[in-house]
């Protein structure tokens, strides 16, 4: 077996203790993975005087694969979110959020497991916008899709249901009014569709989506979707499955951009919709990270839940081919999570980080 090399971004707040956490839960369920530790985040300012060091860069270049942890963001001014800069600068244009029900966990549904895959750099987010008039009495934004965009997203989405024996994709749009568009999109998936006969196809209207979704979620298996309404929808899944506490998350890239970044974090990287550039070996470039934030008010405390970043370590274990692994570190999380001893206190439990964790290696069997 390989033993890829991982570029780890401990991040802020609660981020090196559910880093050290996971750290220890993978090496337990039998990960083979190195470590380069980088720095990126509040931390990254006060070491290297920048939110996104050039090293921290170079390093995911390098190896193609991050696991982070959540990162500081000032609200109103400051520097702009590394996470959105690390997503542009690689060209990350699928953002894949596993929604599945844990025993434990309060939710309302019992039978949730579906799968947002929500494209990540065109639509609404391409950053087009602009006031109409002197006085900024009206403004516009723009949406950019691209059949380019729509069509490695699609395929992705293909690709993931194929590689995880899932029967359905889903492609949700609003092309009954961006008949243009939308209209590309869902013209597009009906294209990719027909090369994957062995996997189930259908479509939906976004607010059709949301009531089916909060009515009947295990309708749903792989849903693919546009930037704007992934967002939502994403949210909305995790909602289903008690909150984004405990979800993880990949942003999936075909390859590191060649492109530069400036010492205050700003990326040039390839536009919407253009070929990502050449990497070297051409590898793919995936990173993955927990959905919260660095949850500030309980950070150095040692009660943080490590869930999500565990579950998106799972996720990483899956694309570097260490399904075994993977599915070992899934079982000790659900058999930690259903024991109500050893739950962390936001599911409202007593246990400390360090206690669950021991209880996900204890489980693992
Ligand atoms: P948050 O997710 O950090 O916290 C919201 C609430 O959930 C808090 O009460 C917190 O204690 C709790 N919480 C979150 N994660 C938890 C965990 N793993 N275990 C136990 N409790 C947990 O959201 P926020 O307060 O809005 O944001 C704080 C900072 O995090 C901001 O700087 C924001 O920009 C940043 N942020 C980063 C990311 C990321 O890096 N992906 C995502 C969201 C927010």
């Given at each position: ?11 802020d707040?609660?981020?090196?203790e ?80 596993p ?90 998936g ?35 979707t ?18 984004l506490?405990?979800?993880p ?12 970044i ?93 206690q ?10």
């Open positions: 077996m390989t033993r890829p090399t991982v570029s780890l971004i401990e991040g707040g609660i981020g090196p559910i880093t050290a956490a996971t750290v220890r839960a993978i090496d337990a369920a039998g990960g083979q993975l190195d470590w380069d530790r980088v720095d990126a985040g509040a931390s990254a300012v006060t070491r290297h005087g920048d939110p996104l060091p050039a090293a921290t860069i170079e390093s995911i270049k390098r190896t193609g694969l991050a696991l982070k942890a959540p990162l500081a963001t000032p609200s109103g001014g400051g520097y702009r979110s590394v996470n959105v800069t690390l997503r542009q600068h690689f060209d990350l244009y699928a953002n894949v959020r929604a599945r029900t844990l025993a434990g966990v309060p939710s309302r549904f019992t039978n949730v497991d579906l799968v947002i895959v929500r494209e990540n750099t065109e639509d609404l987010y391409a950053g087009i916008e602009h006031y109409i008039d002197p006085r900024r009495t009206a403004a516009e934004s723009i949406a950019i899709i691209t059949r380019f965009g729509s069509e490695r997203v699609i395929v992705y989405a293909f690709e993931y249901a194929r590689r995880h024996g899932r029967r359905k994709v889903t492609l949700v749009h609003k092309a009954n009014i961006l008949k243009m568009s939308n209209g590309l999109f869902l013209d597009t009906r294209e990719v569709a027909k090369r994957y006969p062995d996997i189930e196809f259908d479509d939906m209207i976004v607010d059709a989506t949301a009531m089916k979704l909060v009515i009947a979620p295990e309708r749903f298996d792989v849903i693919v546009m930037n704007l309404f992934g967002d939502i929808l994403s949210d909305l899944a995790a909602g289903l499955i008690g909150g506490g405990v979800a998350a990949a942003n999936i890239g075909d390859a590191p951009v060649a492109s530069s400036t010492a205050s974090g700003t990326a040039s990287g390839a536009p919407s919709g253009a070929p990502s550039g050449a990497a070297p070996g051409g590898r793919a470039c995936a990173m993955f990270e927990a959905v919260h934030g660095t949850a500030p008010d309980i950070a150095g405390k040692g009660i943080a839940n490590p869930t999500g970043l565990m579950l998106s370590a799972a996720m990483l274990l899956d694309h570097v081919d260490q399904g075994a692994a993977a599915g070992r570190l899934r079982a000790g999380v659900m058999a930690a999570l259903a024991n109500a001893e050893t739950r962390t206190g936001d599911l409202g439990g007593k246990a400390s980080t360090a669950y964790t021991d209880a996900v290696i204890r489980e693992m069997g």
